[in-house]
């Protein structure tokens, strides 16, 4: 039984979905050994960092600016959250006095909802560009998915916020969603179900609602963020098309690549 399970386990261990999530690469240095290269917490920023990396071009840091977006909205939302209680009778009277009565409140309410948006924009921009750049290969194919998670939980984001005015375009826009999830096959009642806390738009969905907004989905997403961010530091840092020119001269194809590649940095500037 033992000898089974450790066969079974050695060929899951060699499969690509297993090699791209757990990499073992790198190697152990005075200054990095391995248990510092392998902590998501203290190997997030590089000593050092490839010249050619801070060269400006048509889509420079677009992950850098989907996350200042992301900042703005948690800047903004925690103000918000003081003047705001998710309960029917009062939800559409605290969105007006912040329009209203509440100073800079509509500059702050409407700094938060085009940030969002703007949000929306740049991560479809960033997952656009790294799709046709193919920077989603080899040995990157685990950070690939974490980015297409992100992108599913902002999109999750932009919809639940949509509901928290409680105005007509808001309940209407979520009645028509609900009643798009419920074409799902087999389970789509319950999926409406579960979005609603009930069967119609009440309070129970303004409730549902604003936690996964407030709480839960910006909690999933400053986790994957970590994870995403680390991912590309042990990756060997941003993708480019230097890369895949380096592994022709290796006579590789980038499927070919090893997920314990690590890399070539010929030029790099260090960072203090």
């Not at 050994?33 to 889509?59: Q, Y």
């Not at 929306?120 to 685990?142: D, I, K, N, S």
């Not at 950070?143 to 297409?148: A, L, M, Q, S």
């Not at 738009?201 to 839960?216: E, K, S, T």
Request: proline fraction near 5%; charge should be positive; aromatic fraction near 12%.
């Amino acid at each position: 039984m033992g000898s089974k399970l450790d066969r079974y386990l050695r060929r899951l261990r060699e499969t690509r979905a297993w090699r791209s999530a757990f990499r073992g690469g790198g190697h152990s240095t005075a200054r990095h050994p391995m248990p510092i290269h392998r902590n998501i917490f203290v190997h997030l920023l590089p000593t050092k960092v490839r010249l050619r990396m801070l060269e400006f071009g048509a889509t420079w840091y677009l992950g850098v600016l989907t996350l200042g977006a992301f900042a703005l909205l948690f800047v903004t939302g925690v103000p918000l959250m003081l003047y705001y209680h998710p309960s029917v009778p009062q939800a559409y009277a605290d969105t007006r006095d912040l329009q209203y009565v509440v100073a800079s409140g509509q500059f702050l309410r409407n700094l938060h909802r085009w940030s969002g948006h703007a949000m929306v924009v740049l991560a479809f921009a960033h997952m656009l560009r790294v799709f046709y750049r193919g920077a989603y290969r080899t040995p990157r194919e685990f950070n690939w998915v974490i980015g297409v998670v992100l992108l599913l939980l902002t999109l999750l984001l932009s919809y639940t916020g949509y509901l928290l005015p409680w105005d007509q375009l808001a309940f209407w826009a979520i009645t028509v969603g609900s009643y798009i999830a419920s074409a799902i096959p087999l389970v789509g009642a319950k999926v409406r179900f579960l979005m609603l806390g009930g069967n119609y738009v009440d309070a129970n969905a303004l409730l549902r609602f604003y936690v996964l907004h407030c709480i839960i989905l910006p909690m999933a997403a400053v986790s994957l963020l970590f994870v995403h961010f680390w991912r590309i530091r042990k990756d060997g840092g941003l993708y480019s098309r230097h890369d895949e020119a380096e592994m022709c001269e290796a006579g590789m194809k980038p499927s070919e690549a090893k997920v314990t590649m690590m890399p070539a940095a010929p030029s790099t500037v260090t960072v203090r």
